[in-house]
């Protein structure tokens, strides 16, 4: 059990600058998300003792904290992919309950629109490139990261009848979303005829079933209730976390590619939560491609397994719907910089919080965040609240 | 977003020798695979103590942890899923497009991933009936595609 006052909470949440930020290295966005998450906290880097921070290369945390003029005591760099900041607050939530830390800076930075261009999905050989060891197998065959998505949205077509205009629908709705978010980078509205009408990348899934690439990042701040009692934030709860991985960068291991590791983690992060699906007032769903969202309701179970086009459709995920999801307009029109699931995290602590205007989820009490890495590899959920239930 | 190429645009004149076909960077547990295939055979791995077959090539059971060994397969198999790649940059790939990634499931129960080969994309299918052929791709290492059965 936690002792008494040391239940986790998130004190503080900030986005950098996006979706474009030519001026900035990799490090500076860490900065400006850091010192913008701490600010909303009304805490200083001279409060931190912690720092959870996922990128590629080895001793990633280590570097940021170098660069952030940080010695801390705690320190985190499990890279799940998209995943990693669920499983980072997981971890320092974890932390800090435990006594292991204080004030926990988990932060996000990327420059992967300025650095690399739009290369991100269509090429390599699913993501990796050939390289040595086990991660050669799937990479012989000109495959792409949409490819990996393409391969399971075909499946759950043909298992369940699923269509190309469910699919779209996902975009339409993110788009619409969007169009409230000065900072999305795009933001005019889409019909599902537009997403049906734009090229194929990797077919079933269009240019516009694929989410953007971007810059920038995010960062948030993990502490107890007690420590959080005198900040300037009202606390957001981290109720349930957990996560799981299926396979690596080989597709052909995952399985049934119809059932992803949100399969394993919901679940668990409910239970753990005390909450059901019922009971989730907003979500925000790592949404690299169309069919990423589609798999989630199912597996978070807000719907059955096959019920995901359904779902989605006629507005499922806007507000009002079954299930208002991606408020800031996703990663398929909003943001998305490489490894997205830090902005689920700032855009649900903001829902819970009431700040999201035209977007704002009335009497938002239990939200979830939920990011998928990798080529469907990994799923890590975050189950937040106003209050303990 | 100004400054930057749409990724759709005709690539600009290439007139550098085609790139081969990669070729896996072999290690211990994969090298039997790929040279058998080099040789024209596919091959899968056996676990005499619990009956489990299996690929990719690990140097143990993943069910019982027991040693395994490689038994010739058949080389028929059929399409659990697939994809026609409409978008690479990458050469070789990139001068193939558009082509079919697919995952088959083999006849004796593992999935690979390859190519499917000597189709029209428009045709393919999951459940398709497929069968192996194979291609040279270094001294060490050959690759198994698949075609239609």
Same mark, same amino acid.
């Given at each position: 059990m936690t002792a008494p006052g040391r239940r986790a909470v998130i004190a503080g949440a900030a986005t950098s600058d996006y979706p474009y930020l030519p001026e900035h290295s990799e490090h500076a966005v860490h900065g400006q998300a850091a010192d913008r998450a701490l600010a909303d906290a009304g805490l200083t880097l001279a409060d931190v003792d912690g720092l959870a921070t996922a990128g590629f290369f080895p001793m990633y945390a280590v570097g940021v904290a170098e660069y952030l003029g940080l010695q801390p005591t705690y320190l985190d760099e499990t890279n799940t992919g998209g995943s990693s900041f669920e499983v980072l607050v997981e971890h320092a939530a974890h932390a800090v309950e435990a006594g292991a830390a204080e004030v926990v800076l988990v932060t996000y930075g990327s420059i992967q629109l300025s650095q690399m261009g739009r290369r991100l999905g269509t090429g390599g050989g699913g993501g990796g490139g050939i390289m040595p060891g086990p991660a050669v197998h799937d990479a012989l065959w000109g495959n792409t990261l949409v490819g990996n998505y393409a391969m399971a949205a075909r499946r759950h077509m043909h298992e369940f009848g699923t269509t190309p205009e469910q699919l779209a629908a996902v975009a339409v709705t993110m788009r619409e979303h969007a169009g409230h978010n000065p900072q999305a980078q795009y933001r005019d509205p889409i019909t599902v005829d537009d997403v049906l009408g734009s090229r194929l990348v990797a077919d079933p899934l269009h240019k516009l079933d694929c989410c953007v690439i971007s810059d920038g990042g995010g960062a948030c701040i993990v502490t107890t209730e007690e420590r959080a009692r005198d900040l300037r934030r009202p606390p957001v709860y981290v109720l349930g976390a957990s996560h799981a991985s299926t396979h690596h960068l080989n597709l052909s291991a995952m399985g049934p590619l119809t059932t992803t590791a949100a399969a394993l983690s @919901?679940? #668990? $992060?409910?239970a753990r939560a005390g909450v059901t699906p019922a009971d989730v007032d907003v979500a925000q769903i790592y949404d690299s491609f169309t069919i990423t969202v589609v798999l989630t309701v199912e597996d978070l179970g807000f719907c059955a397994k096959g019920e995901g086009g359904a779902f989605v459709e006629d507005g499922g995920l806007g507000l009002g719907g079954r299930l208002p999801t991606n408020?800031? !307009? @996703?990663?398929? =029109? =909003?943001?998305?910089? !490489? /490894? #997205? !699931? /830090?902005?689920?995290?700032?855009? $649900?602590?903001r829902q819970l919080r009431g700040e999201c205007g035209r977007m704002q989820v009335p009497e938002a009490r239990v939200a979830v965040a939920h990011g998928t890495g990798g080529v469907l590899s990994t799923g890590a959920t975050l189950v937040l609240g106003r209050e303990v239930p | 977003m100004s400054g930057h190429t749409d990724p759709a645009a005709a690539p600009p004149v290439d007139d550098r020798p085609p790139k081969p076909r990669p070729a896996p960077v072999l290690d211990p547990d994969s090298a039997p695979y790929y040279g058998a295939a080099l040789e024209g055979r596919l091959v899968v791995q056996r676990c005499d103590t619990c009956g489990n077959t299996q690929l990719y090539a690990r140097d143990r059971c993943l069910r019982c942890r027991s040693e395994v060994r490689w038994v010739e397969a058949s080389g028929r198999g059929t399409i659990y899923s697939f994809t026609v790649i409409r978008q690479q940059h990458q050469r070789p790939f990139r001068t193939w497009l558009p082509y079919v990634v697919a995952l088959v499931d083999l006849e004796e129960g593992p999935r690979v991933m390859t190519n499917l080969v000597e189709c029209d994309p428009d045709r393919v299918h999951i459940g398709m009936a497929v069968r192996a052929r194979f291609e040279p791709v270094s001294e060490d290492a050959g690759i198994a595609l698949f075609e239609p059965a």
């Open positions: @919901g679940p #668990r $992060a409910f408020t800031d !307009g @996703g990663g398929l =029109s =909003s943001c998305h910089p !490489g /490894m #997205r !699931g /830090m902005f689920l995290i700032v855009e $649900a602590v | -």
